[in-house]
């Protein structure tokens, strides 16, 4: 089964707008953390938001945690075609470094 | 670059048959976790080595099994295979890097069973 479960399951865009996804998960968090996959190939962390932390950046990223109603977004400022990709929020909930993915958000950036 | 790496990257394998997919993590990663991961579907939880012992599994059928080597490398096995285990399948190797663990992700074996 999946916890987390990404909002919207595809987001079109243009160049240079903003893109914002979201994800929503059920039980009790240690950290959320987000990833990016090209089109059917390996995963690659972005950035990782522990359970006390309502807010992190890194570089274009910007991501939220409210954990009272169990969700974080993920906000992509001033997309590039080259963010295209497949986007996964997954939660760590147990002793070890077991990850719960949702399945996805699919950003199509156009030029 | 993650620095692991998966073999092969395409498989295709008829039903019944076993297969082994192999990966390679960086040195020093010494827990490895493999995914499954179905076409539209974030990765699914198989299971995870640390110090080449099993450390946690997910809902997945003992005919998954794993093993995981002193030198960094791991094996995924997958007996009795069935159609529903066409999938990518992802192996990533971790390190702790102060309070967190960062996965570093594998490009993944296509695994195709007819």
């Known amino acids: 089964s999946q916890q987390g479960e990404e909002d919207p399951q595809a987001l079109s865009i243009q160049e240079g707008e903003n893109a914002t996804m979201n994800c929503s998960y059920k039980t009790s968090i240690n950290n959320l953390q987000w990833y990016r996959q090209n089109s059917g190939r390996g995963l690659v962390h972005l950035i990782l938001?522990?359970?006390?932390?309502r807010e992190k950046h890194s570089g274009r990223l910007r991501v939220t945690l409210d954990t009272s109603k169990k969700s974080s977004s993920l906000l992509i400022t001033a997309s590039r075609a080259a963010d295209t990709a497949s986007y996964f929020c997954a939660t760590e909930s147990g002793g070890y470094n077991k990850l719960i993915f949702g399945a996805g958000t699919r950003l199509a950036v156009h030029p | 670059e993650t620095g692991v790496t998966q073999s092969p990257t395409h498989l295709i394998k008829t039903r019944g048959q076993q297969v082994t997919l192999r990966c390679s993590s960086q040195?020093?990663?010494?827990?490895v976790s493999w995914y499954q991961q179905a076409l539209g579907q974030g990765p699914q939880f198989i299971f995870q080595?640390?110090?080449?012992?099993?450390?946690g599994r997910g809902n997945f059928p003992p005919r998954f099994s794993g093993l995981q080597f002193p030198n960094y490398s791991s094996e995924l096995n997958v007996n009795a295979l069935e159609l529903d285990d066409s999938a990518l399948y992802l192996c990533?190797?971790?390190?702790?890097?102060?309070?967190?663990?960062?996965?570093?992700f594998g490009s993944g074996t296509q695994l195709s069973v007819l």
């Open positions: 080595y640390y110090r080449e012992e099993e450390n």
């Open positions: 990533a190797s971790s390190v702790k890097q102060g309070r967190d663990e960062k996965l570093f």
């Open positions: 040195s020093g990663h010494n827990t």
């Open positions: 938001i522990r359970s006390n932390e």
